[in-house]
């Protein structure tokens, strides 16, 4: 007989290290306890069951055991609560939640992974029946269950995560009325402020009630409070506030809970007990771009922890490269991701950085389904080294991203971007690929060539009434416009030259940055030395005052909105 192994946890890191140690040992004897019915289920696809894209929810159970031990000879136990690792014996104390028999399993090695769990801090109201929280199948099940029932035609989800995002999605789609509920002031905290203005349209224009800035002070039975007083119908109630990693075991064995507040590990995801590792949600990590520990709930770190975490107890080296944090969601008719660090996050780090935002076609534009992608590439000034990116579209915005986290991985540079060799199609992309054209504007940010203004200065730009140019042609203008620009069409500006001032700063826009730029450069040519190119132009500027105006109520700075 071989060494034995147990697994706590059965979810992706779990029954990964299981996976793993049967290729490496088929004579190992490998058992996974789970305190809930399933092993192996896809958690990351829960809230596509709510709105029938997954129609079965026994769809979302990947394994079963009978499966694990057919197939792999994996012994699964579910209802098996583990409530004790008595480290002095290696043995852990389970709990079978059916029966509440007691018994002990020794081990040789020990792996944890017991996940996170959702917060449910304690408003009123919170344990009341008609208020969820999302992390398994059972948990989905109920959800669906209830909302299904005659009467219930609002639903309110607090919490602008991933989770509280794709649940008041699907439950949208399902036809509910829902309303999303977030303290902070945007939703999905990846993306800076400016970037999630898109989704907050996106939400808004599919009929979602979002409220953001305010957060939830109580929970009635038909019924969500916020903060500031404000009432919004609700037969239900999920809360998607966030999680908190399951340490309980962990702690009262007396392994040693890192600064985040998770399971500490070394770079082989060992504990402080050499015979117990920890993998996924529960422990903290590395992160290579802040230089400090972090934690991290997404499936695929928590699959590659788990392979190396394998590999180690066989005496296979892994390199522990740290985590950047990649990750994507789609939202209704958009794509979004995100990898490395957001500017807010690198500027709260102490970090000296720069971005640019442009909005190329996501592919030739004469071919069909042609759209703009909102691309955003934050950059370490004046290195040029490439610490994140954001995209944002209809088209393949996760490609992007993912060649922005290689790069970042592979501690490139704006130089080495630049000149990466992608793949084209008209169909697929543009010659000059999306994050090529990110690079480009940026290295001549950064070299000085010339000077921009952010979307988030424009609306002060409009109040001091600072001279702008919008370069697009007069049929563009008259659909709609900033309320003090002056339309001067690139086409057009070599023979007005006495219109544009010499004696103060001249900000410049067009529909997406490219006309507006080619000014911008022709001007500083003609000895003009205080031009600016508004980054973003004129569809990125609607896209960034369309939600506050609707929110704050505030008065627009365009004569019409304009998103295309």
Do not use: W
Request: glycine residues 8%; negative net charge.
């Amino acid at each position: 007989m071989g060494r034995k192994i147990l697994i706590i946890g059965g979810v992706a890191g779990g029954a990964s290290v299981a996976a793993r140690v049967r290729r490496l040992d088929e004579h190992a004897e490998i058992i996974m306890f789970e305190k809930g019915p399933h092993v192996s289920f896809s958690n990351c696809s829960l809230p596509y069951h709510l709105s029938g894209i997954v129609e079965n929810s026994e769809q979302l159970v990947l394994m079963n055991p009978d499966i694990f031990k057919n197939r792999y000879n994996i012994e699964a136990r579910v209802h098996q609560e583990v409530v004790k690792i008595n480290r002095d014996k290696k043995t852990i104390t389970v709990k079978e939640v059916l029966t509440n028999n007691v018994y002990e399993e020794k081990y040789d090695k020990l792996v944890l992974s017991p996940g996170a769990t959702p917060v449910r801090p304690p408003f009123d109201g919170v344990d009341k029946p008609h208020v969820f929280t999302v992390r398994n199948v059972v948990d989905i099940e109920r959800i669906h269950a209830f909302v299904n029932q005659k009467g219930i035609n609002d639903i309110a989800v607090v919490g602008g995560g991933f989770i509280g995002v794709e649940v008041a999605e699907n439950l949208k789609l399902a036809g509910y009325n829902v309303s999303l509920v977030e303290f902070a002031n945007q939703v999905m905290t990846p993306f800076d402020y400016d970037m999630a203005q898109i989704m907050h349209k996106e939400m808004v224009d599919h009929g979602v009630n979002l409220i953001v800035n305010d957060g939830l002070e109580k929970i009635g039975d038909t019924y969500v409070e916020t903060q500031s007083g404000r009432k919004i119908e609700a037969q239900a109630v999920v809360l998607a506030i966030g999680v908190k990693p399951e340490i309980n075991l962990a702690q009262e064995a007396g392994l040693e809970i890192g600064e985040t507040g998770a399971i500490k590990v070394d770079h082989n995801y060992v504990t402080s007990d050499q015979n117990i590792y920890a993998v996924g949600d529960a422990i903290e990590v590395y992160h290579r771009l802040l230089h400090k520990p972090t934690r991290l709930s997404l499936a695929g770190p928590a699959q590659k922890q788990a392979r190396a975490a394998a590999d180690h107890m066989y005496g296979i080296q892994s390199r522990n490269n740290g985590v950047i944090g990649s990750s994507s969601i789609h939202l209704f008719d958009l794509n979004a991701a995100s990898t490395g660090l957001n500017v807010r996050t690198a500027e709260q780090a102490g970090m000296n950085v720069d971005y640019v935002y442009i909005m190329p076609g996501d592919k030739v534009g004469l071919m069909p389904n042609s759209n703009p992608m909102h691309f955003k590439l934050v950059y370490e000034y004046p290195t040029g080294k490439i610490l994140g990116a954001q995209a944002i579209g209809k088209g393949n915005v996760d490609k992007r991203i993912d060649v922005i986290a290689t790069m970042i991985t592979m501690n490139g540079t704006l130089e080495d971007l630049k000149d990466l060799e992608l793949t084209y199609s008209p169909m697929l992309g543009t010659a000059k690929d999306v994050v090529n054209h990110a690079a480009l504007v940026a290295l001549n940010l950064l070299h000085g060539r010339y000077k921009k203004v952010k979307v988030s200065q424009v609306r002060e730009l409009v109040e001091d009434n600072a001279f702008i140019i919008d370069a697009r042609e007069k049929g563009e203008y008259a659909v709609g416009h900033l309320k003090t620009a002056v339309n001067i069409p690139l086409s057009e500006f070599r023979q007005r030259l006495d219109e544009i001032p010499t004696d103060q700063p001249v900000y410049i826009h067009c529909r997406s940055g490219q006309r507006s730029y080619n000014m911008v450069m022709a001007l500083q040519n003609m000895g003009y030395d205080n031009v600016y190119n508004i980054s973003g132009s004129y569809l990125g500027i609607n896209l960034y005052e369309y939600y506050q105006d609707l929110q704050l109520g505030r008065n627009k700075i365009v004569t019409a909105y304009h998103f295309k």
